[in-house]
Nanobody, 123 residues
Framework: QVQLVESGGGLVQAGGSLRLSCAAS???????MGWFRQAPGKEREFVAA????????SYADSVKGRFTISRDNAKNTVYLQMNSLKPEDTAVYYC?????????????????WGQGTQVTVSS
C-alpha cells in the first residue's frame, strides 16, 4: 500500500507561482505519477503525468507551457511547478500513482491517491 501526501498548496495572486510536492510512503520508482484537480462543482480533471523514468510527460492543454511535472525517485517525491497561475486554476490538487510505468490521462488508470491540497488563485 503506497500512501501519498501532497503539500505546497496555498493562496496566491494571479500571475504567481506555487510548487506542489507529493511524497510517497514507499518506493514508487516503477510507477507513473499524475496530478489531477477538482474545482467546486466540477469533475476531477487531468493536469499532468510523468512516466516512471521521468522521460515522458503529458499535460492538459489548459496548463501546457505554465506547469511542469518532475520527479525525484531517490526522494520518492513528485513535483508540480505551477507558474503564471490563473483564477481558473483554483482547485484541490490530487497526486496519484499508477501501478504501470507509462503515463496516463484518465483517473481510472491510477490506483493510489493522496488527500489533496488546496490551491486558490486570486484575481
Amino acid at each position: 500500500q503506497v500512501q501519498l501526501v501532497e503539500s505546497g498548496g496555498g493562496l496566491v495572486q494571479a500571475g504567481g507561482s506555487l510548487r506542489l510536492s507529493c511524497a510517497a510512503s514507499d518506493t514508487f520508482s516503477s510507477y507513473a505519477m499524475g496530478w489531477f484537480r477538482q474545482a467546486p462543482g466540477k469533475e476531477r480533471e487531468f493536469v499532468a503525468a510523468i512516466s516512471w523514468t521521468g522521460g515522458s510527460t503529458s499535460y492538459a492543454d489548459s496548463v501546457k507551457g505554465r506547469f511542469t511535472i518532475s520527479r525525484d525517485n531517490a526522494k520518492n517525491t513528485v513535483y508540480l511547478q505551477m507558474n503564471s497561475l490563473k483564477p481558473e486554476d483554483t482547485a484541490v490538487y490530487y497526486c496519484a500513482a499508477r501501478r504501470i510505468g507509462l503515463v496516463a490521462r484518465e483517473a481510472y488508470d491510477y490506483y493510489y491517491w493522496g488527500q489533496g491540497t488546496q490551491v486558490t488563485v486570486s484575481s
